[in-house]
């Protein structure tokens, strides 16, 4: 059992459900890291009661803090980088939990693996972004990186007592989102809304998206290859609409082994932060496979999802091309919950951005941190400009 607990991201999906988790095994919250909503971050300090806040802007910091003065031990409230840094590095804090959305939370996971903390990582673009720099960081300080993605923590789960010689391949499971089905032509049509809908899973805006395009799962495949050592051509992404089998694993001999369950983030945000023991959940409700239904497989269409093969070829590549995958999604899903974009101009806008990387002789197979950052900077207002181009078109 973790003996207290920081948060990355505390206002978002993970974050929350992670205080619930958190408050049903009594595990202590020392730290908070949010954006912009103050008003449930204050009910999440008041209930909570952590050292230290974190914030984005600084007038937000102020305006919190004097919200807050009438607590007896009231949090020092900060805002910005040095926030996040004092918020990762806690020296109360044995776990912190990254949760945050984007490659933002990149820089406060380096200082928390380099302050030695054990990382629930929770934010997978943090490994699609720098996965070479974040990995060898865990192995030389020795902590353990605890995967909370459900798939990733399926695949995790199964590897337990597996020699990592034995696996032949993993399946990592995905909805298909709510355009399963649909045609490269029907998607032409769909809208920010229609997106936002995912038939499963309750998440934040962009993952949700992600999830649409399928991108979520190309992103997944590049943190699989980071957290298991694996090559992307061992990892089949297997549409399961049920969303019950959370992923599986194939080992040399021809067994498959499965991890299933509700679908529901605090199963394995529990896990994580419980590893290694098996502690009773009170706040998942037990599976039930009769009620549950039948269980079904399809393969992906990727002529209509064009993002997952797009990240397939970012993953053989890696270096600085993931960065570029990452960073052009971001600015690209904006575009389209702002209706600048239609959906499948999310991976046309990807896509050139990556291939402007390449031919333009940006590429880095291992880049330092001031390249990623600046990768991701030049790739953001990259697809920006180019997403402008794509209006002006129509």
């Not at 984007?102 to 934010?123: E, F, S, T, Y």
């Amino acid at each position: 059992m973790p003996h207290s607990l920081a948060i990355l991201g505390s206002t978002g999906s993970i974050g929350t459900q992670a205080l619930q988790v958190a408050a049903d095994g009594g595990i202590p919250i020392v730290a908070l890291a949010a954006g912009q909503n103050l008003d449930l971050l204050e009910r999440q300090v008041r209930l909570h009661l952590p050292d230290v806040v974190s914030v984005r802007q600084a007038d937000d910091a102020r305006i919190l803090s004097e919200r807050l003065a009438d607590m007896e031990r009231p949090p020092d409230v900060m805002a910005g980088e040095a926030g996040l840094r004092a918020v990762a590095t806690h020296p109360g804090a044995d776990t912190v939990l990254a949760a945050m959305v984007g490659a933002a939370g990149l820089v406060p996971v380096l200082d928390a693996l380099a302050a030695g903390k054990r990382l629930a990582l929770a934010n997978k673009e943090t490994l699609v972004a720098a996965g070479h720099l974040v990995m060898p960081l865990a192995r030389s300080r020795g902590v353990d990186i605890l995967p909370v993605d459900s798939e990733h923590s399926a695949i995790w789960q199964c590897l337990r007592g597996e020699a990592r010689s034995s696996l032949r391949r993993i399946l990592l499971t995905a909805s298909g989102g709510p355009f399963r089905g649909m045609t490269g032509a029907q998607l032409e049509h769909v809208r920010a809304g229609d997106a936002l809908r995912h038939p499963t899973w309750s998440m934040g805006g962009k993952i949700t998206i992600d999830s649409a395009t399928l991108m979520n799962k190309g992103l997944e495949v590049i943190e699989a290859c980071w957290l298991f050592d694996v090559e992307p051509e061992r990892i089949d992404v297997v549409i399961h609409p049920q969303s019950i089998i959370h992923s599986m694993i194939e080992l040399v001999d021809g067994s498959v082994l499965a991890q299933m369950g509700r679908p529901d983030m605090k199963l394995p945000i529990h896990v994580a932060l419980w590893h290694p023991e098996r502690v009773p959940n009170a706040v998942v409700p037990p599976y039930d496979p009769i009620l549950s239904g039948p269980l079904t497989f399809e393969a992906p269409n990727p002529d209509a999802f064009a993002c997952l093969p797009l990240a397939y070829e970012a993953a053989r590549r890696k270096g600085t091309l993931t960065t570029v995958l990452n960073a052009a999604n971001e600015a690209a899903v904006q575009g389209f919950l702002e209706g600048r974009l239609g959906f499948p101009d999310i991976a046309r806008i990807v896509e050139s951005t990556m291939n402007a990387h390449l031919s333009g002789g940006r590429y880095l197979p291992c880049p330092e941190i001031g390249a990623v950052l600046e990768t991701d900077r030049w790739a953001r207002t990259e697809a920006v400009r180019r997403m402008a181009s794509i209006r002006k078109d129509k």
